[in-house]
């Protein structure tokens, strides 16, 4: 009943504030972007061809907002801002001239209803997969959610790989919406085969968002060599498979990996980078308040994929942060990672591959132990789950 009243509360807030800014989404064609993992790349992807091919365009991302030439900072842990923003930003987008609004779009504010009043002329899905059960319950609640984004739009762009795809086609048909397909696997209107690109952008995962994209923007009318184009000179995001280089004779990476999903590409895709020999640690935790059933999942996937994990916190909030880590840890347990206690850590472990594992709650003390006390040469390390933030949830404040 509670959460019932917050939605009716943003509901009239988004009318609200789509009638005091005059209906700004009507003076823009708004590409919405859903999913669970993704949707940040996919989002600057669509923006950066857009902008390549010379269009006026605004976006909002769980980075920042950009609007027109001006970039804005969206606040902590947010990737659809309070209708209000919403509203605010397509408003400055308009007087900055932008033709294009692309919007990432979470299922948390579909479901509040913040994104009432945005108008969407193309919805595009990276993919739907397990992820706020906390909040949805459970799968079908969270594949609803995600769904809200099709219902008015004229282009649905759908990952036909993804088990979302039979809910949303049928969904879509249902409302007489415009059906685009793209996909690795199976047939669909963009695939690797009929669409050659190349980006820098790592992994098969990137490949999905770099479809999506082209899906999305061939369907808006930019010609096929300016998307080619465009994606070859996309460089990434900050805190997205960013690789850092002082000067070591290791690789370390920065990513936002959170989700089982995405845990298990981050991985997949750096083992393959591995030369003969060197060893893959990753530094990672999971956030307190938020699904628990996905912590053992991650310490799983931590345990088959890299050869030492370092389990530490990721927003604890008023969690005990050595809970949430013991069920990471079971999860590694389950696959036959060993536990060692980093006091103990010495050569003879030094010399180890794994698949091992070790408990340092504090997250800046987990990553110099990585960089100092592990790595060595042609290792690589990957931290996951902050990507581009700079704090740390502690209680309820931010550090």
């Known amino acids: 009943m509670l959460r019932q009243i917050k939605n009716f509360y943003h509901l009239l807030t988004a009318i609200f504030f789509t009638f005091f800014y005059r209906f700004p989404a009507r003076k823009l064609t708004v590409i919405g972007v859903t999913g669970t993992d993704g949707k940040t790349t996919t989002t600057n992807l669509i923006y950066h061809i857009l902008k390549e091919s010379g269009k006026k365009v605004s976006m909002i991302s769980s980075v920042n907002a950009v609007i027109g030439e001006k970039a804005y900072k969206i606040g902590f842990h947010v990737t659809t801002p309070v209708s209000r923003d919403i509203q605010k930003f397509l408003y400055q987008a308009v007087l900055a001239g932008s033709e294009y609004f692309v919007l990432e779009s979470s299922s948390h504010g579909l479901s509040q209803n913040r994104l009432f009043g945005c108008f969407f002329h193309v919805g595009v899905v990276t993919n739907i997969i397990h992820d706020h059960f906390d909040y949805h319950k459970n799968y079908n609640n969270y594949l609803e959610a995600k769904g ?26 249902a409302h007489s919406i415009k059906c685009v397909t793209y996909g690795i696997k199976g047939k669909a209107d963009f695939t690797l085969d009929n669409f050659q690109f190349e980006t820098s952008l790592p992994g098969e995962y990137n490949q999905y968002n770099c479809l999506a994209a082209v899906a999305v923007t061939s369907n808006l009318g930019i010609p096929e060599e300016q998307i080619k184009k465009a994606l070859a000179s996309f460089k990434g995001i900050k805190g997205r498979m960013d690789e850092i280089k002082s000067g070591q004779n290791f690789k370390v990476f920065i990513d936002f990996a959170s989700t089982p999903n995405s845990l298990k590409n981050a991985l997949q895709t750096l083992s393959i980078q591995k030369v003969k020999g ?19 999942m991650m310490g799983e996937i931590s345990g088959e994929h890299a050869d030492i994990s370092i389990i530490t916190a990721e927003d604890p909030r008023t969690e005990d942060v050595n809970q949430i880590i013991e069920e990471i840890c079971q999860g590694c347990f389950k696959v036959g990672a060993k536990e060692i206690p980093s006091a103990r850590f010495d050569d003879t472990y030094h010399q180890s591959k794994g698949p091992y594992f070790i408990r340092i709650p504090d997250r800046e003390e987990a990553i110099k132990f990585a960089i100092q006390k592990i790595a060595k040469k042609d290792d690589i390390i990957v931290t996951c789950g902050k990507g581009h933030e700079s704090s740390m949830c502690y209680g309820k404040i931010e550090k």
Do not use: H, M, P, Q
Request: aromatic letters at 8%.
């Open 148 to 173: 809200k984004l099709f219902d008015r739009v004229k282009i649905a762009v759908l990952n036909c790989d993804d088990k979302s795809y039979s809910y949303l086609n049928a969904k879509c048909k």
């Open 278 to 296: 060197a060893r893959l640690i990753v530094v990672f935790g999971s956030a307190g308040l938020r699904d628990k059933i996905k912590r053992g």
